[in-house]
């Protein structure tokens, strides 16, 4: 009937979480609950921030804005399984939910990756080109920028999901993380993978790195730039660029270590992914609203907003 069913003899997987201790799982799922609760309250702060408060309407705002919307697709496509899954013994997934996962992850976190490269370009254009800022970053090269990301996000798990959406899986199938990885699920299939290793190497991990490697050249451009063109230390723009700094480090940082340097099953791979997946969209926000005052502004009169409705009659 379906690709899946025909040629694999198993129909789910086991992923064996953080720990096997029973006590210890309970402290992560109100560690995890918390943590997501804190993801979905901060990102839906920065979005409603954004698109509700006029002073917020730059393409830097707007850019901001929808990578927190990706952000709260990233952690939502396993985190609310994966929490779950500490109040269970044996923790199952099927086949198809499993490639579900691999899909969506690699979707968002391709386009999250898209958006901070467009991220960077806005930045570049402020600092660098500050005259023709208005008329190079128009609305039009926004949503320029936001179509290319979704296409760039699409593009990069489609690429790899047709050829392990084939594979046969014949056991063993246990998963050694909170959720399918895909470079611990290439390692099941029951046929030779090697092609397909090094297409994800150079899919996920190649691309990333070299992302990385640019994104960080273009900041310190940027900075050098800021440093020649004024005396005094313009600490707003320097602010501003080694927040993105530190999120784009955030981001990538664990992504390369999965996938360029993968398939050698380190314990550590685990741990990571629950960085990508949980810590950096719990962190951006925060990065973002603590350093920047704009944004606490906003969300402060956000708020006041919407106790003085609340105390209207
Ligand atoms: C994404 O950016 C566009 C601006 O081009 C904006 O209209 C839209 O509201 C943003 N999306 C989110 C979720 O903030």
Known sequence: MDMLNENSNISEFILLGLSSSQETQIYFFVIFFLVYVAIIVGNLLIVI??????????????????????????????????????????KSISLWGCMAQMFLMHFFGGGE???????????YVAICKPLHYKTIMNHRMLILFLLLSWTIGFIH???QMVFIVGLPFCGPNVVDSIFCDLSLVIKLACTETYILELLVIADSGLL????????????IIMLVTICQHSSSVPSKAVSTLSTH?????????????????????????????VFYSVITPFLNPIIYTLRNQEMKAAIKRLSSQHIGYCLAP
């Open 49 to 90: 921030s954004v698109i509700f408060d006029h002073r917020l309407h730059s393409p830097m705002y707007f850019l901001l804005a929808n990578l927190s919307f990706f952000d709260l697709c990233l952690s939502s496509v396993a985190t609310p399984k994966v929490i779950a899954d500490f109040l269970i013994k044996c």
């Open 113 to 123: 990756m898209s958006l901070l490269i467009a991220m960077a370009i806005d930045r």
């Open 208 to 219: 990333s790195l070299v992302c990385f490697i640019l994104l960080l050249i273009s900041y």
């Open 157 to 159: 798990t489609t690429s």
């Open 245 to 273: 700094i530190t999120v784009v480090t955030l981001f990538f940082g664990p992504a390369i270590f999965i996938y360029a340097f993968p398939f050698k099953s380190y314990s550590v791979d685990k741990f990571l992914s």
